[in-house]
């Protein structure tokens, strides 16, 4: 989708400032070829920060804006995203059993808005997406999330590979959905810490992504359809752990 004007950070001076105050960056735009010392620093921060860079051709930028962009824009983000460990610490501290969504391929941030809807709603307390390959997380997957992507940690990585590795070390197991799989979605045991990956529709999750997961599922079907929209079938997923993990506190 087209970025609003005033999520643009334009030019190099602006950027470094943003890059160094902490301000939230969806991704930065570079035009190739470009060089120089405060390119050199922008990436280092950047790559800090796990912000992703894109190089692109001058027409790309002068699209974007009218102003000197002096070959760097950035486009912001109204979502703040957090590093994974930390937030499975802060789950865990708090005396939760973390509850994570794992995004692979959802480019339609409708589907996004919902499925962060629903974690809200059932107790889910992160969304997982990798930094590139997702739609952004702009003004309308907020407006389709009614707001609940304010209310959930959003943990962007670049490998969604390391992120599983990364679960796993925290005890925490992955699922992941397969229409073959013999496993119903109500026999698996969401009351444990838990992620499950959710893959983009026609495609599902990438193969060498649902080799690492720890169990494969299917969503019981009454009709001849092949599938779920994939924030349906969240929203299932999400409803299902949260009446285990009610049913485990009586």
Known sequence: MASNSSS????KQPLLEALQSGRPIDKILFQKNISGDAVQQIRQLARDAGIPIQMVPPEKLNHL????????IAIGSLIRYMD?????DF???EGQTPLFMMLDG????????????????CGAQALIIPDKGVGALQEEALKSSAGALEWIQVC???SLLKA?????????????SEMRAEKKIHELPLTEPCCVIMGAEGKGVQPYLAKAADYFFSIPMAGKFNSFNVSVAAGIILYEAMKQRMQSAV
Do not use: K, W
């Open 106 to 121: 959802i480019t339609d941030v409708r589907n996004i808005g919902a499925i962060a809807r629903s974690a809200v709603c």
């Open 84 to 88: 994974l460990q930390q937030v499975i």
């Open 8 to 11: 643009l950070i334009i030019g």
């Open 91 to 93: 789950v865990v501290g």
């Open 156 to 158: 962007r990585v670049s």
């Open 164 to 176: 599983v590795d990364t679960l796993h070390l925290n005890g925490i197991s992955v699922f992941t």
């Open 65 to 72: 804006t009218r102003a000197n962009h002096q070959g760097i």
